[in-house]
């Protein structure tokens, strides 16, 4: 059983940034595929980037140069670093993590991003 935890959302200023990170039990953390998406009142979950296990990132057109994702496997550990953040960056933010090893997708509990002035 995998299990995921989110911290370091909150409330900013727009032009503010956040760093979001989600860390994973389980043994097998470097050889996983880890995500972030996220999901705005009234709208469906997005994706917002994606890391895969040897390291090959992958962002959503919204967030290109504004956002970026990275992982450090000593520490089980997948972050999104978000710059320049607009009212639509809004959203709970989700990590999700998976792989063939696994039966599923996991996800985490989401944490709450506000940029409001």
């Known amino acids: 059983q995998v299990q995921l935890v989110e911290s370091g959302g909150g409330s900013v200023q727009p032009g503010g940034s956040l760093r979001l990170s989600c860390e994973a039990s389980?043994?097998?953390?470097?050889?996983?595929?880890l995500g972030w998406y996220r999901q705005a009142p009234g709208k469906q979950r997005e994706l917002v980037a994606t890391?895969?296990?040897?390291?090959?990132?992958n962002y959503a057109d919204s967030v290109k140069g504004q956002f970026t994702i990275s992982r450090d496997n000593a520490k089980n550990t997948v972050y999104l670093q978000m710059n320049s953040l607009k009212r639509e960056d809004t959203a709970v933010y989700y990590c999700?993590?998976?792989?063939?090893?696994?039966?599923?997708?996991?996800w985490g509990q989401g944490t709450q991003v506000t940029v409001s002035s």
């Open positions: 389980g043994s097998i953390f470097s050889i996983v595929n």
């Open positions: 890391v895969t296990a040897n390291g090959l990132t």
């Open positions: 999700t993590l998976n792989s063939f090893l696994l039966d599923r997708d996991y």
